[in-house]
């Protein structure tokens, strides 16, 4: 008797069914075809679809290059109307996978928003109760989520989608109100009412531009440096300008003025940046500076940093005193508030903020000994925490957060020394580690992530 063979042609008109077909009849060779075509076929443009077929029929290994491509891809699959809506056949486990990745290559989170809403679309009847929770994972301050969501989802989705989210909206805000309370302490904390959601890897910069500063001889060079920490190597960059602050603006916080002791004055200049190479100044905006409230206290040659929607200003000092002190800017309200200080005085320090904490490193005390200490403030326990000291003591040095991790970088030593050395802190050791020094030695530099 002669056998039969029948030949199949896998394509993408008919994967669906030959993957449901041979997964429920148990049939191996014709699924693992499948998984192996699913994966050939693997891109941006079917990376979603190819995710939710894998999570429906359990293929792990799928679902994980899926979920990888749709990650470092994000961007494009989301300004893609038709490769979102995949998005509607993933399992709530898949979508929170997806959006609570800090890896997500996506630099608007409106658009994890619009994926949530995209799912709620087929998913309503079993999501509904859990709206919230999804919401929490949108990595917005709640007050510019309520902003935000009105204006980008109201008119895109149906009535029963747009109640869901405004149900969820003030669950939230009473969340938020009850993590206000003074009885509710950090740990309790709901995800949502987190001071300072993590900003992913794609918000976040994937390098360090280092510019300005000077040497041991106050030769300032004009060379600017870039750090990849993949190779853990410097480079020399482009000239750009030193920038800092929160939401697109810019902030100057106290200084000193010839004479004075230290100022309280907050100033802020309006600038939107349109591209890495080149700062633009908008048309529709003249970009000036102008006045907000006051610091609660004079001080100069202190440290600041920026966490969620706040600016702290951190010791420095003011006659000849060294401060201890802290206080926080509101750029909501516009009004400063003072904060636990600071376990030891310090001026020339430096400052930044990682994992929701802000972390003050370096500096000289009273008697102007340069400090190896580091001290972390938590502002959802509301007190400043020592953690591992760096190698050596530095002054006037340059610290900023970068993939994970915080790097310090150049500043004073002792007897006039300045380094050119790089120390990176692991939160999760509590541990420093050397890096590779700068080109040139240099202090009282601008170190910002790109």
């Known amino acids: ?124 009847y079993n999501g509904r109760d859990s709206t919230a929770s999804l919401l929490a994972y949108v990595r917005l301050p709640f007050q510019r989520l309520q902003q935000q969501i009105p204006g980008q989802l109201l008119t895109h989705h149906s009535q029963a989608v747009r109640d869901a989210i405004s149900d969820a909206l003030s669950i939230l805000q009473r969340a938020s109100v009850a993590c206000d309370s003074p009885g509710c302490c950090a740990r309790d904390r709901a995800p949502q009412c987190q001071a300072e959601p993590m900003p992913r890897a794609a918000a976040a910069g994937t390098q360090l531009v280092m510019a300005g500063g000077h040497d041991a001889t106050w030769f300032c060079p004009r060379s600017v440096e870039l750090y990849n920490p993949v190779r853990d ?34 100033q802020l200049a309006r600038v939107e940046v349109q591209s890495v190479e080149c700062l633009h100044i908008s048309d529709s905006i003249q970009p000036c500076w102008r006045d907000l409230a006051p610091m609660l206290t004079s001080r100069a040659s202190h440290a600041a940093a920026a966490l969620g929607s706040c600016l702290y200003a951190i010791g420095g000092q003011s006659g000849a005193a060294t401060m201890s002190s802290v206080e926080q800017l509101d750029v909501l309200t516009a009004s400063w ?18 994992d929701g904490r802000v972390y003050v490193a370096g500096g000289v005390d009273h008697a102007r000994v340069q400090l190896p200490t580091v001290e972390a403030y938590d502002p959802r326990e509301g007190r400043w925490q020592a953690v591992a000291p760096m190698s050596c003591g530095r002054s006037s040095c340059g610290m900023a957060a970068l993939c994970g991790s915080l790097f310090v970088v150049g500043g004073h030593g002792q007897c006039g020394v300045v380094h050119d050395t790089v120390e990176m802190y692991d939160p999760a050791a509590n541990a420093w580690l050397p890096r590779a020094p700068m080109g040139h030695a240099r202090c009282s530099m601008a170190l910002e992530v790109l």
Not at 96 to 117: K, P
Request: proline share 4%; net charge negative; with cysteine.
């Open 1 to 124: 008797m002669a056998e039969n063979k029948t030949q199949l042609s896998l394509d993408s008109s008919n994967i669906v069914e030959l993957l449901q077909a041979s997964t429920f009849l148990e049939l191996g060779g014709l699924r693992d075809s499948c998984l192996q075509f699913l994966l050939s076929a693997l891109a941006p443009t079917t990376a979603l679809q190819t995710l939710a077929l894998a999570d429906q029929y359990s293929c792990s290994e799928v679902f994980d290059k899926a979920q990888a491509c749709v990650r470092d891809n994000c961007d494009s699959i989301c300004s893609s109307q038709q490769a979102l809506q995949h998005v509607r056949a993933l399992s709530r486990d898949a979508l929170v996978a997806l959006i609570s990745d800090t890896r997500l290559q996506i630099t608007a989170e409106v658009d994890v928003l619009e994926m949530i809403a995209v799912w709620l679309e087929n998913n309503l």
């Open 233 to 266: 190597a410097w480079t020399v960059g482009p000239p750009l300008p030193p920038m800092a602050g929160v939401s697109g603006n810019l902030y100057m916080l106290g200084g000193r003025c010839s004479g004075s002791e230290g100022l309280k004055s907050t």
């Open 337 to 354: 508030h003072p904060v636990s200080p600071m376990k030891s005085g310090r001026k020339y320090c430096c400052a930044a903020s990682l």
